[in-house]
């Protein structure tokens, strides 16, 4: 998990630029480990928490476990696995301005058919498209959600964040979108994980 550390490591550091002093790290597997690498933020003159997981609660689950005294600023969270230079500034400043109980980092992705598309009409051929690219929204895994919402998720509770937002939309809740631009990487696939180690050096 060494480049997910060091990635996380320059979220933290990113954050403490744009003037964040207070984080929690929701932590279960290599629990240990992470703990060791991080400390308790003195080395950057900051505050870091550990919420423990009993069972792996899901990317929204464990948000349940955090404390009832938070305040009353909105929260971002942030999956470990991201790498990102998003400004954190400039979306708070939108989550302000929407003024709407949660807001989702979106990223464009295309995805290409490797194959001829064949739209038929029956069994007409109306059109052949070759290897047609579709673009679609996708989240970034990067969010800020107002501390009113965290508090109503209950503890030891599995839930995933694509399905506790839907739960919100359902309600009647109402989430804005906050496309980014700068550079951002998953690096949940193999393949990502390779080239998140290259670029990270950059980053840094």
């Excluded at 995805?111 to 052949?128: A, D, H, R, T």
């Amino acid at each position: 998990i060494g480049v997910r550390l060091v990635g996380s490591e320059m979220c933290i550091r990113d954050s403490i630029k744009a003037g964040f002093s207070d984080f929690y790290i929701t932590v279960h597997y290599k629990a240990n480990d992470i703990k060791e690498f991080f400390g308790n933020g003195e080395k950057w003159d900051v505050k870091i928490q550990y919420i423990f997981e009993n069972e792996p609660l899901g990317t929204a689950g464990s948000l349940g476990l955090l404390p009832k005294n938070l305040g009353n600023l909105p929260i971002i969270v942030m999956n470990g696995d991201v790498l990102s230079a998003i400004p954190l500034e400039k979306l708070l400043d939108f989550h302000d301005e929407q003024n709407n109980q949660a807001t989702v980092c979106v990223r464009e992705y295309d995805f290409q058919i490797p194959f001829g598309v064949v739209s038929l009409e029956g069994s007409k051929i109306k059109q052949i498209k070759e290897k047609p690219v579709h673009s679609f929204f996708v989240s970034a895994g990067i969010y800020v959600i107002d501390p009113l919402i965290i508090k109503n998720i209950k503890p030891d509770i599995s839930i995933d964040m694509p399905n506790f937002l839907s739960d919100l939309i359902n309600s009647g809740a109402q989430l804005s979108a906050f496309p980014i631009h700068e550079y951002w990487m998953d690096i949940g696939r193999e393949e990502d994980f390779y080239q998140a180690q290259s670029d990270i050096i950059n980053l840094d």
